[in-house]
């Protein structure tokens, strides 16, 4: 079998316009994690979303019959599921420990430092808006190092998690509605029986 260029290079650049699509659409509705360089997250979304639109292309390509309808069908409900429970999980995570400080978006943690509980017991403050606030701008004086850094992970994961899952879910529906019109067109083609 050989290999031609020409075909390769307008598979990929279908599958990276998916992946554009998936990611402008992301990056619209949720904001990269307060963690790190906010490009170099976009931009490793981005290649998730191109990998992992490849591999349902061939997916695509090897069952792309009227009879695998239903199948894409579950498929795209199922990332779509995905997307909003890791996009819920993530806002979640956010409204809870993202904190806005001098315009700057900071990362808390969820447990205390023993100076940092001791300050939450005298100054009443629990907000992590305030506590931060009351910190200067550095988290750590409040929370744990060790919780931060785990946020940051779970942060991470939900936000690269959602990438995939939105590139899955919107190559499945068109794989799903690409299968039900062969079915359709199939059905039109049938002449009814002579009696």
Same mark, same amino acid.
């Given at each position: 079998m050989t290999v031609r260029l020409g075909a390769v290079r307008k598979q990929w650049q279908a599958l990276a316009a998916a992946a554009s699509v998936a990611i402008g659409t992301l990056t619209a509705v949720i904001h990269p994690p307060p963690v790190g360089d906010a490009k170099g997250f976009v931009a490793l979304a981005s290649f998730l979303a191109t990998g992992v639109s490849g591999l349902t292309y061939v997916a695509m390509t090897r069952w792309s019959s009227q009879r695998y309808t239903a199948i894409w069908s579950i498929v795209a409900a199922i990332a779509l599921l995905?997307? !909003?429970a890791t996009d819920? +999980?993530?806002?979640?995570?956010?409204?809870?420990? !993202?904190? !806005? +400080?001098?315009?700057?978006? &900071?990362? &808390?943690g969820d447990e205390y430092t023993p100076d940092g509980a001791a300050w939450v017991r005298q100054s009443g403050h629990t907000r992590v808006d305030d506590l931060v606030f009351d910190a200067a701008g550095v988290p750590d004086r409040i929370w744990t190092t060790a919780s931060i850094q785990r946020l940051r992970l779970r942060m991470r994961a939900a936000y690269y998690g959602c990438v995939p899952a939105f590139a899955i879910a919107v190559l499945a529906v068109v794989q799903a509605v690409y299968c039900a019109s062969l079915y359709t067109r199939s059905a039109g083609k049938r002449r009814p029986r002579a009696s």
């Open positions: 995905a997307c !909003v819920r +999980y993530y806002d979640g995570l956010s409204d809870r420990y !993202v904190s !806005v +400080y001098q315009n700057e978006r &900071t990362l &808390t």
